[in-house]
């Protein structure tokens, strides 16, 4: 197809933010770094390689992932601990601030519900940004690793991916069966993981993670969470993922609460405000 004669004046149409997030409910990020000050550790989860293990946190306690042994990615999955149709919402969490999440950034959840699960209280790979690639750290706009992709493009049958992962240890917390836990897997922050998008292709794309041990990303819950982690099968994702050859690690996740009176004036957010009539 010939292009049009106004192809170039198209083009050069400029862009418009789809939502702005000047009048978005910003967290008091100045009490929550108050509060760091004070914590006191509750529990830890340590997620063997290749798995996932699932964790509990409260509403108004931290919580820490980090990377402990060598460099590795993680994927994780939210839920509201009471209900587990309210979960993590990794589009609408792009959709407001972008393809990667830092500092000061939440993780929302979905509808009907559209509120904060956890904000991101540090993330000690905030220094990274944006590389010479398009590239950056902690991203929302990928999946997880599964064995259907695996098997439309290479006919595998590979059972340790971040999906698979994921369902093994939700069926385990739950008691649903495997079955009955996989519809409530959904899409995850890339914990760790440094991605971006091809400049000619548009293709999703990773490269070496930056994580070191002693690396870490926390968060403060909003509501009660469910958490899972999967230590991702690519390790820090520099050539693959869904294998048994790439270095891979575990990953730590340590809950912390803290002190009485530290988060006063904090309260869990309520669900969206929206009345859901949908115009009937």
Same mark, same amino acid.
């Given at each position: ?219 403060? *819950?909003?509501?009660? =969470? &469910?958490?899972?982690?999967? /230590?991702?099968?690519? @390790?820090?994702?520099?050539?693959? $993922? +869904?294998?048994?050859?790439? *270095?891979?690690?575990? =990953? &730590?996740?340590?809950?912390? /609460?803290?002190?009485? @009176?530290?988060?006063?004036?904090? $309260? +869990? ?12």
């Amino acid at each position: 197809m010939q292009q049009p004669p106004d192809a170039a004046a198209r083009r050069a149409i400029p862009p418009v933010i789809c939502y702005p997030t000047d009048t978005l409910p910003q967290p008091d990020m100045a009490l929550y770094t108050a509060a760091r000050a004070t914590l006191q550790k509750t529990g830890e989860t340590l997620v063997p390689a290749r798995d996932a293990r699932t964790f509990h946190v409260p509403a108004g306690h931290f919580f820490c992932i980090t990377s402990v042994d060598g460099p590795q990615v993680g994927d994780l999955n939210l839920w509201n601990a009471n209900d587990l149709s309210e979960r993590f919402y990794s589009g609408k969490t792009r959709a407001l601030h972008g393809t990667h999440i830092t500092t000061g950034q939440r993780m929302w959840s979905s509808f009907p519900h559209l509120r904060p699960m956890a904000t991101v209280t540090h993330d000690t790979l905030h220094w990274y940004g944006k590389d010479d690639f398009g590239g950056s750290v902690h991203d929302v706009i990928g999946t997880r690793c599964d064995p259907y992709t695996g098997n439309l493009l290479s006919g595998t049958q590979y059972h340790h991916c971040c999906h698979s992962n994921l369902i093994r240890a939700l069926a385990d917390e739950t008691g649903l069966s495997p079955a009955d836990a996989e519809p409530h897997v959904h899409d995850v922050l890339n914990v760790f993981m440094c991605t971006g998008f091809t400049r000619d292709t548009g293709q999703y794309f990773m490269k070496a993670s930056p994580v070191r041990p002693g690396d870490y990303i926390e968060f403060l *819950a909003e509501i009660e =969470l &469910l958490g899972a982690l999967s /230590a991702c099968p690519g @390790g820090d994702c520099s050539a693959e $993922h +869904s294998s048994d050859t790439a *270095a891979c690690h575990p =990953l &730590l996740v340590e809950v912390f /609460a803290p002190a009485p @009176g530290a988060l006063d004036g904090w $309260h +869990s957010p309520a669900p969206n405000g929206y009345d859901r009539s949908h115009g009937r």
